[in-house]
């Protein structure tokens, strides 16, 4: 079992900035890969960012166009989102998930999930 717990949510005016933390105990020692969705109200959960645990590689939804960055620290089991040049349409609340197998981009790839943090991007 891994748990996961999200951090760093909060409101922020258009054009600013936020860093999510997600950090990960319990079987640490398995970790595979992390990502971060993001989901509004009606709406299905939409693939934010991933990274691979071991070898960093990182992977970005399509509207992410360089204003995110996902990261991690290995040594604190944590993995960070930066957000940048924040828009009124990134509001929503932001989970972050573990990965076992299949796609970054499909949340059925993700089998622990945190309980999310709420992301607030005013006009």
């Known amino acids: 079992q891994v748990q996961l717990v999200e951090s760093g949510g909060g409101l922020v005016q258009a054009g600013g900035s936020l860093r999510l933390s997600c950090a990960a105990t319990g079987r640490t020692d398995s970790l595979y890969a992390m990502g971060w969705f993001r989901q509004v109200p009606e709406k299905e959960r939409e693939f934010v960012a991933g990274i691979n645990w071991n070898d960093r590689n990182t992977y970005y939804g399509g509207f992410v166009k360089g204003r995110f960055t996902i990261a991690r620290d290995f040594a604190k089991n944590t993995v960070y989102l930066q957000m940048s040049s924040l828009k009124p349409e990134d509001t929503a609340i932001y989970y972050c998930?573990?990965?076992?197998?299949?796609?970054?981009?499909?949340?059925?790839?993700?089998?622990?999930w945190g309980q999310g943090t709420r992301v607030t991007v005013s006009s």
């Open positions: 998930a573990h990965k076992r197998s299949g796609s970054y981009y499909l949340s059925g790839s993700y089998d622990y």
